[in-house]
Structure formats: structure tokens, C-alpha cells
């Protein structure tokens, strides 16, 4: 462990950890004493190739001899209960020590960024590069953070009590938290969802994001006046917006959510107004905040029919004072003002820019609908979706009618177009900004965009003037090859290229990691994906376009997560690099974002990354085309492994009957199901990312965050390219990182909790597939990279993820050992405790999704 993180986390940890002991709470003293021994049986126990059901049985007979089954369970359930809050504790701990062990002024760093534009002279290349540049942080609603609000809450101030040593106050706040219940007792609501990441908003993005501009503004000495980039760093919302598989958002929810997220920032300018009312006293200027401060104050509690309008009537009156003030009182607490003024800006009337997304094959469902109404009077639309493509596209462009007036048998096809209707009604409340993005998911044809695109301008367009840009979503790895092709039709139809020039140029393609892993692995959907951006970024140049790419990424290295920075810093200039968007979800929102220190330097840290490549051309190592082969060869070699495990008979019934995927719908973090289809029977296509994914991090086995890195690295060397991939990883940042974050799946993985299974009568030889795979992994990422470890290039988070790990070694083997009962109720008299054992794996996937921080 290096010395530094040892120092800073371990060490308080075990401090502050051993304060538990102490709570004055029914039987914790001997569930925080008999919790360290069970830790130990079960290293030992699978060390000695022990099964997890054995290595419960042997500690109850070792230590608890007499205990009844009920006080057994109880003792089970008490353990959980005390590791979840030792995951809370290490998280603040690690949280406070975010300063320590990692360098705030290093690679990455706004700081750094400066110093080393200044020092090879490209300060006019920065400032022109910031000119239009913008990176979107984009806030999801998916499911894979388990702290309801109030530990959120506590976490927050355990955090900063650690920072500041305050012992008595964390004792304090320990006692708390082990009287606060960790579980939703219901579902959420997307609008609890959408409250929820408000709190991120409001406490972190909304002081973070102008000090980073700020920063930059001094760094390059230019004032406010001549600031131009106001869009620099921007939230997107997807809570109430996201409809994608979720019949609980509606275009009601969709508002509301709208309305709240303005409430939000309204009582944030009317903190700010307050504090500037005590500074700025002057004649003349106090009383023009007065008013600024009495005219947002209904918007901060609902009224929206009273104060201000908009946001640039805040700014006509922020901007009088500013005059009056560098007039007539010289300046005098200027900083403070130009800091609202800078606020409002950049967050507008509307904080977050929330987005609309939904399947392609729901508005080809609610155009049938459509279309069947309007055939009574024009007989040529009938069988319309028979027809070819081309002609479908122009009969829809060609259709005049008011889709809000037709009648429909079928509520969902009304509530469809309200939710796009409701586009219209936000952008009048809260500007333009804060609803002008529609995402279509499962987007297989230009068709599909133009189904949108038309629906659309029937209902919100003013002339020709449609205030929309519609985004297609491509993930899986078919549609990632035929994106090029879907955008070349698309960007040829004059009208949707009319109103491509009326939005600037510009068309934003999101591409989506979690599908694409889920569908063809690991190494064929990050190389696809490069490939697609590649591809894309030539198309929409020849049209004369700007492609804007939105990579809708999650938490761990499956979905796309891991080092991401890396991956924007390694992009070369074949990939369009004007914007950098990106999906946050989860806790990846908490742990990277949920402390302005850590947004801080994680905003940062993309913001550099989208920068270096264009201000410092010249140190950008592209790939080369024989280095793009070798990626490709890999990626192919990668693809067939995955398949061939993907395709097994196995692979379902072995996710359906080993995995705790059935129990993903029972835990009550996220509003939306946990399957596209409500149908008898598991369907692959059917399932979606997160407990896909969930469900190999439950297990410890991480299959779609390594499988087929092992097998195609072997199957190059085998051919006399390990040289070349040696070379590859000595050269390619992009190659690096993405065998990094294969580096951390595999650091996560723990074979021998399920090694149990290799002897299984029914599962036994898949499972040995799976774990030859990860040995074979492990072995050639270690030769290819010349390190002798796993992650010994990255000490810190290596540090961190076997600290985790072992801090709930305990749940693991403890929800193994009920997975292990439920299938196989022996004696038979345990079949009476099935609903126990049930609870147990349930409760296990708490803690064990909370101490990964990104696994799903």
C-alpha cells in the first residue's frame, strides 16, 4: 500500500472504525467483535478452497456454538448492517482525504492547464479553443446509487467532521448513523429522483462551475466583459425526462421537474442576492438589489406568475447596478457582483437542461396510430409502413395536421405527444435551454430521426423555426457499424439539413457504451465505438457539418466508466472534438461529483482532456493504420470469445438461476423496471444494463468489463504480434486506458466466493470457462503492460478497491452462502428459512454495490 494513502485513509479508518464499538446500541459490541473474525474465516476458508455455505456453518460452530437458528440469522442481518456503515465511514474518510492523495494542481488541473499553455507558448491558441468549447455533464436517473437522501446527508457532514478531526462530532454523527435506516421502504418517483440529484446541483455544480471559469478567466486575464463562453461547462438532467422503458415519467412529471430544478437555482440567486445586499449598501445600488432580491423570491417558492420573466431581465439589473457601482463607489465589491452575474450566465432560468429521450420503436407505434386516423381522409397513406424508405420519409415531411386534435383509443399514443409538447411549455418557462434535446434510443434508420423530427415541428414549430435537436442514439455493436450510413440518409434530406443550419451546423450522435459491452464485450464496443466516431466525425465534415458526440457512459469499465479522462485526452484528430458530453450516473454522481473538491477535479479533468489535443496538436500521438489493424484484430479476437461465452446454452439459465439478477426488482433505488418487457421468461434483449451488469459485480466476476481481453491478447501473441502490442501499450494512451480499465474489472473480481461452482453438476463447466478466462486476462494484460501486478501503475485506486473489498469480504460470502441455500435447500428443513434467505441476499446487495462505487 503507498505510504501516502496509507496515511491518509487506511490508518483514520481503522481509527474512526473502532468508534463502533463504542455505540450504545443492543449487541453491537459483540457484532463489531465477532465481525473481524468472520472476516478472517472467510479469507481463510476460501484460501483452503472452502465453500461459502460451509465457512458460515464452521464460524457459527466456532464462535457462536449455542445460538439458535433465529439469533443466527439475527447475527447474519446485524453484520450486514454494521459493514454497510463501515462503507459509509471509508467513503467519508476517503472523501476527506480527496486533497491528500490526489495532486489539485497536477495533470489534468486547470492550474496545470495554464502553466503549460504559458510556458510553450499557446495562451492565444487556449483562448481560441475556449472560445467555443463546452463540456456536458449529463445527470441520469438510472438506479445504482443505494444511500436514500438522509445518508447521503450524513455522509456530507461525516465527511467534513473527518476533515476537520472533529472526534466528538463523528462520534456524534456515527451514533446517528447507526439509528438511520439504509433502505428505501418504497420505490422512488422520478420526481424523488429528480430531488434528489437537485441536491448535487444546488450544494456542489452551482458554486464549482463558475469557479473553474473563473479560474481560467484570471489565469488568462480577461474580465467579464469579455468572457464569451458561457456554455463552457453545462448540466444536463435526465431525471423526468427520460421515458426510455419507464412508464412512470410523464410530460406532468416532465414539468414539474422542470418547474422544480428552476425553484432550485431561483433560491440559490436569492442566497446569493441576500449576501450581496449586505455588501453593496451604496446609494443607488442597494435599492436595484433590493429589487433583484424581492423579484426572485416568488420564482424560489413556486410563484412563477410574480418577479422576473426571464434571466436576462435578472441581468438588465445586475449589469445597472455593476455601472452604478464602477461609476459612482469605484468598484468597490465589483468580485462579488460579476460572481452573480457570472451565475446567471451560465445556469440561466433553468440550472439543468433536461432532455427527452425514447425507443424509436414507441414513435413507430404512435405513427401507426397516427396515420390510421389520417387514412379516413387521405386514402394514399394507407399501408404507408409498407412502402420504401425514402417514399415514407417524404409522405411524412410532406403531412400538415394538428396532432393534438386527433382522438386515440390507446392513452399511451396521447401521452407521447404530450411529452413532446410539453418541450414547447418548458422552454417558455424556463427558456430555450431548458428542454431542447431529444434522444432516441434503439435509432436504427434516418426514418426513425425523421419520425421525431416531423411529430415535432407539427407541434412546437413556429414557421420553419423548430427550437429541437434531435440526438440518435446508437449502441449496440450492428448499430454502431451502421451509424455512418443512417446519418449519410439523414444529413441528405433537404428539409432535416435546413434545420441543421438553423441549430448551427451542428448534430449532436450519442453513443452508448452499456448496450454495446452487453451485446459484442468489451474490447469490440470501446474499438466500435472509436471506429463510429472516426467515421462519423469524416461524414459530417464532408456535409459540412460538426459532429457533436454524447457518449452515454456508467459507472464501472463495462459501461464505459473507469478512467474516462484518459480516454477523452487520447482521441486524436480523426474524432471531432468541439464538445465533450458524457452520462453521470449513480455513484459515480457521489463519488466523483458529490463534493465540490472532487467535481472540482474531475470537471476539471475533462475539461483538459477535450482542450490538450487541439492547443497542443503536436504532442498528440495518432494512431497509426497498422496500429488500428492491430486494434481491430484485438477487437475481432475479443468479439468471438465473448460470443462464444454469450451464445452458450449456459449463459441465460446461469444469469437467471446463480446470479441475483431476479432480485434487482425487489431493491428499492429506481423507478424504472428492471426489463424492457413485462413477458413470462428471461430474453437477453430484453434485459437491460444495469443489472446485467449488476449482477456479474454481485458475483465478483465482472465478466463484461474483461471477457475476451485475455483470449485476444493470446490469440495476437500466438501470431507473433507481442511486440507490436507491447509497443501499442508503450505508445497509445487509448490502448492504455482501455487495458487499465480492464485492469480495475479484473482488481474487482473475486473467483474464489463462486469456486463452489466449478464441481456444479449443472454450471460447473461454464463457470470454469469463465474463471480461465480471467486467469488467461490477468496473464497477458501483465505481460503485455510489464507490470506485476494488477493497477500497480494507478496505487491509489488500487488501494482503495482491495480496501473495499475487503471491508465486505463478509457480504459476499454471507449472500453466496444464501444464493447457495435457495438453490439447493439442504436439509430440507430449511426450506422454512427461504424468505430469510432471500432478505440476506437482498440486503447483502447493498453493501456490496455501495463499497464498488461504480459497478453498475
Known amino acids: 500500500m503507498s505510504a501516502n494513502y496509507n496515511e491518509a485513509v487506511s490508518t483514520r479508518y481503522h481509527i474512526y472504525n473502532s468508534l463502533f464499538l463504542n455505540l450504545p446500541y443492543t449487541g453491537i459490541y459483540r457484532t463489531g467483535t465477532l465481525l473481524p473474525l468472520l472476516q478472517q474465516a472467510c479469507e481463510e476458508g476460501f484460501a483452503k478452497g472452502k465453500e461459502p455455505r460451509a465457512i458460515i456453518k464452521k464460524f457459527f460452530q466456532d464462535f457462536t456454538p449455542n445460538a439458535t437458528r433465529e439469533e443466527q440469522f439475527n447475527l447474519l442481518f446485524n453484520f450486514i448492517q454494521y459493514t454497510e456503515r463501515q462503507v459509509v465511514l471509508f467513503d467519508s474518510v476517503e472523501d476527506a482525504a480527496f486533497d491528500q492523495i490526489n495532486d489539485l494542481h497536477g495533470k489534468g488541473t486547470v492550474s496545470a492547464l495554464l502553466l503549460r499553455a504559458s510556458s510553450e507558448g499557446q495562451i492565444d491558441a487556449l483562448k481560441k479553443k475556449l472560445e467555443d468549447f463546452s463540456v456536458r455533464v449529463v445527470l441520469t436517473a438510472h438506479p445504482t446509487q443505494f444511500y436514500p437522501g438522509n445518508v447521503l446527508a450524513i455522509l456530507n457532514d461525516l465527511e467534513e467532521a473527518i476533515r476537520e478531526s472533529k472526534l466528538e462530532h463523528i462520534n456524534l454523527l456515527l451514533r446517528q448513523l447507526g439509528k438511520t435506516a439504509f ?93 450581496l445586499k449586505r455588501r453593496l449598501t451604496f446609494k443607488g445600488v442597494d435599492t436595484i438589489i433590493a429589487d433583484v432580491e424581492r423579484k426572485i423570491y416568488p420564482l424560489a417558492y413556486g410563484n412563477t406568475k410574480d418577479g422576473y420573466k426571464n434571466a436576462e431581465a435578472i441581468l438588465e439589473d445586475l449589469n445597472k447596478a455593476r455601472t452604478l457601482l464602477i461609476e459612482e463607489h469605484r468598484g468597490l465589491f465589483l468580485n462579488l457582483l460579476d460572481e452573480l452575474i457570472l451565475k446567471v450566465k451560465i445556469f440561466g432560468f433553468y440550472f439543468a437542461s433536461m432532455d427527452i429521450r425514447q425507443d424509436s420503436r414507441k414513435h413507430i407505434y404512435a405513427w401507426e396510430a397516427i396515420l390510421k386516423q389520417l387514412q379516413t381522409k387521405n386514402k394514399k397513406l394507407k399501408d404507408l409502413a409498407k412502402r420504401p424508405e425514402q417514399e415514407q420519409i417524404d409522405t411524412l415531411l410532406k403531412l400538415k395536421f394538428k396532432p393534438q386534435s386527433l382522438k386515440f383509443e390507446d392513452p399511451f399514443v396521447s401521452e407521447l405527444i404530450e411529452s413532446i409538447k410539453v418541450i414547447g411549455e418548458i422552454q417558455a418557462i424556463n427558456g430555450e435551454e431548458g428542454c431542447h434535446r431529444y434522444v432516441i434510443s434503439n435509432c ?86 472509436f471506429r463510429a466516431k472516426e467515421n462519423l466525425t469524416i461524414l459530417s465534415r464532408e456535409h459540412g457539418l460538426t459532429a457533436v458526440f454524447f457518449d452515454g457512459r456508467g459507472g464501472p469499465p463495462a459501461r464505459g466508466g473507469g478512467n474516462t479522462h484518459d480516454f477523452y485526452a487520447s482521441l486524436g484528430e480523426t474524432i471531432e472534438d468541439k464538445e465533450v458530453q458524457i452520462t453521470i450516473q449513480g455513484q459515480t454522481i457521489s463519488s466523483n461529483f458529490g463534493k465540490p473538491v ?127 502490442l507491447k509497443a501499442l501499450y508503450s505508445e497509445s494512451l487509448f490502448f492504455r486506458t482501455l487495458l487499465a480499465n480492464s485492469m480495475m474489472s479484473l482488481t474487482k473480481s473475486y473467483y474464489p466466493a463462486t469456486a463452489y461452482l466449478s464441481k456444479d453438476k449443472e454450471f460447473g463447466e461454464y463457470w470454469n470457462i469463465m474463471f480461465d478466462e480471467y486467469e488467461l486476462s490477468i496473464a497477458m494484460i501483465l505481460e503485455v503492460s510489464g507490470l506485476s501486478e494488477l493497477m500497480e501503475n494507478n496505487p491509489v485506486n488500487r488501494d482503495s478497491v482491495k480496501l473495499r473489498e475487503r471491508i465486505v469480504l463478509p457480504l459476499i460470502t454471507i449472500q453466496q452462502a444464501a444464493l447457495q441455500q435457495l438453490r439447493d435447500p439442504q436439509p430440507a428443513k430449511e426450506k422454512d428459512f427461504e424468505k430469510e434467505y432471500r432478505k440476506l441476499v437482498l440486503r447483502c446487495m447493498f453493501g456490496i454495490i455501495n463499497a464498488a462505487r461504480n459497478s453498475a
Open 183 to 275: 433502505i428505501n421502504r418504497s420505490k422512488p418517483t422520478p420526481y424523488d429522483e429528480a430531488i434528489s440529484l437537485s441536491w448535487f446541483l444546488e450544494n456542489v455544480f452551482y458554486p464549482v462551475i463558475p469557479e473553474i471559469i473563473l479560474k481560467l478567466m484570471t489565469g488568462l486575464n480577461i474580465d467579464l466583459d469579455s468572457w464569451k463562453n458561457f456554455d463552457l461547462i453545462k448540466i444536463g438532467f435526465w431525471p423526468g425526462g427520460d421515458r426510455d422503458g419507464n412508464p412512470f415519467v410523464t410530460h406532468a412529471i416532465t414539468l414539474q421537474v422542470a418547474q422544480r430544478l428552476q425553484q432550485t437555482l431561483m433560491r440559490c440567486y436569492y442566497r446569493d442576492a441576500r449576501f
Open 444 to 529: 436504427q434508420s434516418s426514418l426513425d430521426v425523421v419520425r421525431v423530427y416531423q411529430l415535432a415541428k407539427l407541434l412546437l414549430a413556429k414557421g420553419d423555426d423548430l427550437t429541437l435537436d434531435i440526438v440518435p442514439l446508437f449502441e449496440t455493436i450492428e448499430d454502431l457499424a451502421h451509424a455512418p450510413s443512417v446519418m449519410d440518409a439523414l444529413y441528405s434530406i433537404p428539409a432535416y439539413r435546413e434545420h441543421l443550419k438553423r441549430r448551427g451546423n451542428k448534430q449532436t450522435i450519442m453513443l452508448g457504451f452499456s448496450d454495446g459491452t452487453k451485446d459484442g464485450g468489451y474490447l469490440r464496443a470501446n474499438w466500435s465505438i
Open 598 to 724: 472532487s467535481c472540482l477535479f474531475n470537471l476539471e479533468q475533462l475539461l483538459s482532456a477535450g482542450i490538450e489535443n487541439d492547443v497542443f496538436r503536436n504532442n498528440v500521438v495518432q494512431l497509426s493504420d497498422k496500429e488500428k489493424a492491430l486494434l481491430e484484430s484485438l477487437a475481432e479476437a475479443g468479439h468471438k470469445a465473448y460470443l462464444d461465452l454469450k451464445h452458450h446454452p449456459k449463459f441465460v439459465p446461469y444469469l437467471e438461476k446463480i446470479t441475483p439478477l431476479s432480485f434487482f426488482g425487489d431493491i428499492n433505488i429506481g423507478s424504472r423496471p428492471v426489463r424492457r418487457s413485462s413477458g413470462d421468461g428471461l430474453k437477453f434483449e430484453d434485459l437491460r444494463a444495469i443489472p446485467f451488469v449488476g449482477s456479474w459485480a454481485q458475483m465478483k466476476q465482472n465478466i463484461p468489463g474483461f471477457y475476451g481481453v485475455g483470449s485476444a491478447l493470446k490469440r495476437l501473441k500466438t501470431e507473433g504480434k507481442m511486440k507490436e
